[in-house]
């Protein structure tokens, strides 16, 4: 690991836009390869870059980042020898894990995640969309909008085409604000994402409509289920940044529900 720096290491993966976790090792107690302060990043895939200890300490290492990146939230783990485990999860939460490593040393290890934010993908070019883009920004969305469309200039522009390129996943939302411009084309490419969330700009009428077709056509009735229409909380809006509000302001709840429910399960799991 000749001209190793986990600091570009980390950097880089920031700048991959992948999600991934940082291991740090807290404390170390008897014989270990581990030391202080030694980090390494853990890829999605349960790729270590950098030194952590031995194999006892990686498979430690690679659950609870598993775990991290599922709940979004850091992991405090203990690796010591299976004699010298008396319970898995101590009172302050911390999850331990057996060794059967020689060496018989303890390693204690922070894992923390680290998620890019959510992707908000609108389909549409008309004002809705525009508003609904500068509200994306504005609250912390990496913001993704159809060419040609007026907006910030840290939006990514995609063209209908590209959708499968975008790396849209299912923590990411999707809105079609496309309001009778290729509506059902935008539709389909919408639920074509892996997004567990997708909002539409029309009427339930409509939307059942474009959906009933769509199923003709071969599309799977589950994803067409994801399908929420009209889009946003009923806040009476009227002109589009109200309108652009009230589906933001649904985002954040759903975004924020969708946050506690990965908690609570990560809690009945430890």
């Not at 894990?97 to 680290?114: H, N």
């Not at 934010?117 to 883009?133: H, K, Q, S, T």
């Not at 085409?161 to 975008?166: G, M, Y």
């Amino acid at each position: 690991m000749a001209n190793f720096d986990i600091f570009d290491t980390i950097e880089r993966l920031r700048e991959s836009g992948e999600a991934f976790c940082v291991a740090t090792v807290l404390r170390t107690a008897d014989a270990t390869s581990a030391k202080a302060g030694g980090k390494a990043a853990i890829t999605r895939d349960g790729q270590i870059l950098g030194h952590l200890g031995g194999a006892c300490v990686q498979r430690a290492v690679r659950t609870s980042a598993q775990r991290a990146l599922t709940c979004g939230a850091p992991q405090l783990i203990c690796v010591k020898p299976s004699e010298k485990v008396v319970t898995m999860t101590d009172p302050d939460g911390v999850q331990t894990f057996k060794s059967g490593c020689p060496s018989g040393g303890t390693v204690d290890l922070l894992v923390e995640p680290y998620q890019h934010a959510p992707r908000l993908v609108i389909f549409g070019d008309g004002v809705i969309a525009e508003a609904l883009a500068a509200h994306g920004l504005l609250a912390g969305f990496r913001t993704m909008v159809e060419a040609g469309v007026e907006a910030g200039k840290d939006c990514t522009r995609f063209a209908l085409d590209q959708v499968d390129t975008l790396g849209v996943e299912q923590r990411d939302f999707v809105v079609v604000a496309a309001q009778g411009r290729n509506d059902g084309v935008a539709l389909k490419a919408a639920l074509g994402t892996e997004a567990a969330r997708v909002a539409m700009v029309a009427s339930r009428r409509k939307a059942d409509t474009l959906t009933a077709k769509l199923i003709t056509q071969g599309m799977d009735p589950v994803k067409v289920a994801r399908l929420k229409s009209p889009a946003g909380l009923n806040i009476n809006a009227i002109d589009p940044h109200e309108i652009a509000l009230s589906i933001l302001a649904e985002i954040v709840m759903w975004r924020n529900s969708d946050k506690s429910t990965e908690v609570s399960h990560d809690e009945k799991l430890a």
